[in-house]
Nanobody, 118 residues
Framework: QVQLVESGGGLVQAGGSLRLSCAAS????????MGWYRQAPGKQRELVAA???????KYADALKGRITISRDNAKNTVYLQLNSLKPDDAAIYYC????????????WGQGTQVTVSS
């Protein structure tokens, strides 16, 4: 059984920062791409950032310059640094990973709430 557990969400004032973490655990053979998505009320889930095992990154255009994704392969953990947060950034942030167990499957975390006060 594989689990992704996010942490680091919370309430922050506009202009503030948060660092989200997502740790994968279980019978993992290898983790390929990892990423973060977010979903605000009434909106579709959208990609925030993704990172390959080798460290190649991809960012949503609207968030470039304010976010940084990184990972620690030894800890099976991916991080998302959020800076200069705006009220529009408020959402549930979900971790996503492609993990090889017997075959490769896509897994999701349960989500962590980010709330930004103006």
């Amino acid at each position: 059984q594989v689990q992704l557990v996010e942490s680091g969400g919370g309430l922050v004032q506009a202009g503030g920062s948060l660092r989200l973490s997502c740790a994968a655990s279980g019978s993992i053979f290898s983790i390929y791409a990892m990423g973060w998505y977010r979903q605000a009320p009434g909106k579709q889930r959208e990609l925030v950032a993704a990172i390959t095992r080798s460290g190649r990154t991809k960012y949503a255009d609207a968030l470039k310059g304010r976010i940084t994704i990184s990972r620690d392969n030894a800890k099976n953990t991916v991080y998302l640094q959020l800076n200069s947060l705006k009220p529009d950034d408020a959402a549930i942030y979900y971790c996503n990973a492609a993990i090889r167990v017997s075959s490769t499957y896509e897994y999701w975390g349960q989500g962590t709430q980010v709330t930004v006060s103006s």
